[in-house]
């Protein structure tokens, strides 16, 4: 028996059995992912174990010869992947290194621009209930109503009207590429910083297959933990000459010592994100997530955007006549495990809105391909067409299961079904 069990058999409970919820359903939230047996190793280190306030050679405790080495490996995998200057690797996660773009670069009551949430932006992108929308003046762009695509006419005539000294350009809910460049133009025009948070497409950016923003911008923040296939963590990278405002805005400005388990673990998925095997694994990502749009639009499923161009797709449900939330909780019964989400110019509430996001960068780190794609879709229309019913869910729920033992997830290593 593992030490966890005896000491505390029931968080070692919940974990066998979150375990096993893992390998045995579909996960299709857009945000998560399998980390390989190395990450969660280097997770599960002993480096928990350690403060290390500052940074590699200017730390306030002793003791750091292997945590100055570590974060500087991690930094240096960032800096080469993503061809950037410089990376701070200190973030606790995307929110943190987003309030940190915040703190080096403005001042409370500054005017920020970003994408709104409902649209598909992110809440520390200035949205009214995150701190970045109370401590800061937020305006927020949209995308177009037709056809769900960001309108860069309209950010560049909101830009010029709001002058905001921080444009933000990424989002949560965004299915199509996004254009760093114009973002960039727009920022120029204006003077103001601009910012791009890649968190959903981070991966697929260091693959090469969505175009970077990192020539573009002053700032691009991340979570590692989605496409990118990382711990919980999140990185900065930024252009030399904001490097020590940012690094001062992360340490002492937000957080004191950084999770060195987590900077080995990202250093760990940068390795791993530098081999040639994960630019298959992102075009793969992004030629199943077209597969199973196709799919889903021939079941007759209406799609913002009318597809997409990344490992994320937005349904709209509305013509189903099913929330959001019913459809979300049905699927979850099936073994198919996705999230509500709000579409642009949603008539419904956040906590039950008209969409349905799904995302495929976890069912392809499964190795799963085009016709398990289209046989996904295939649930997806016969679950939401008749969401109570339960004895069709816990048929799927069965079909998952078998699904799951040809695809092994990474990292989940009980073998037994
Ligand atoms: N929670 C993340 C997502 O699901 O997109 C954003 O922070």
């Keep these: 028996m593992s030490s966890l069990s005896v000491i505390d058999p029931a968080i070692s409970t919940l974990i066998d059995q979150e375990t096993l919820r893992q390998r045995d359903t579909i996960r299709l939230i857009a945000s ?38 570590i974060e500087r490996i991690a930094q240096n995998r960032a800096t080469a992947l993503f061809k950037a200057d410089h990376a701070n690797v200190q973030s606790y996660s995307g929110s943190p290194a987003n309030l940190a773009v915040f703190l080096a670069f403005l001042k409370p009551g500054d005017t920020v621009m970003g994408l709104s949430l409902p649209a598909g932006g992110h809440l520390t992108h200035g949205w009214h209930v995150s701190i970045t929308g109370k401590f800061f003046r937020s305006v927020s762009y949209g995308v177009r109503k037709e056809d769900g695509y960001i309108d860069y006419d309209e950010v560049r005539s909101l830009a010029k009207k709001e002058k905001p000294k921080l444009l933000i350009a990424g989002g949560t809910a965004i299915s199509r590429i996004i254009d760093f460049s114009i973002f960039a133009d727009i920022a120029n025009e204006i003077g103001a910083i601009f910012h791009a948070d890649i968190a959903h497409i981070a991966g697929l950016v260091a693959a090469g297959v969505h175009p970077s923003p990192v020539p573009y911008a002053d700032v691009v923040t991340s979570t590692t933990h989605k496409t990118l296939r990382g711990p919980r963590g999140g990185i900065i990278l930024c252009k030399e000459e904001h490097k020590s405002a940012l690094d001062r805005a992360v340490f002492p400005g937000l957080q004191g010592g950084p999770h060195n388990h987590t900077t080995a673990a990202i250093a760990v998925a940068l390795h791993e994100a530098s081999q040639p095997q994960f630019v298959t694994y992102a075009q793969n990502i992004v030629k199943n997530s077209q597969a199973l749009a196709q799919h889903l639009i021939e079941q007759g499923f209406s799609l913002i955007s009318g597809g997409t161009d990344n490992h994320l797709i937005l349904c709209d449900l509305t013509p189903q006549q099913v929330s959001g939330k019913i459809a979300a909780q049905a699927l979850n019964n099936a073994g198919i495990v996705a999230n509500c989400n709000s579409i642009p110019f949603d008539p419904r509430k956040p906590f039950d809105p008209s969409g349905l996001r799904i995302g495929t960068a976890a069912v392809t780190s499964r190795n799963m391909k085009e016709p398990q794609m289209i046989q996904i879709a295939t649930w997806i229309h016969q679950i939401i067409s008749d969401p109570t019913n339960e004895s069709l869910q816990n048929n799927i729920r069965n079909q998952v299961k078998e699904l799951c033992v040809s695809f092994p997830a990474p990292g989940i290593l009980i073998a037994d079904h």
């Design 32 to 69: 998560e992912n399998y980390v390989s047996q190395a990450v969660l190793e280097a997770t599960g280190s002993v480096l928990t174990n350690k403060y290390s306030e500052g940074y590699a050679g200017r730390r306030y405790y002793e003791g750091q010869e292997n945590i100055d080495a």
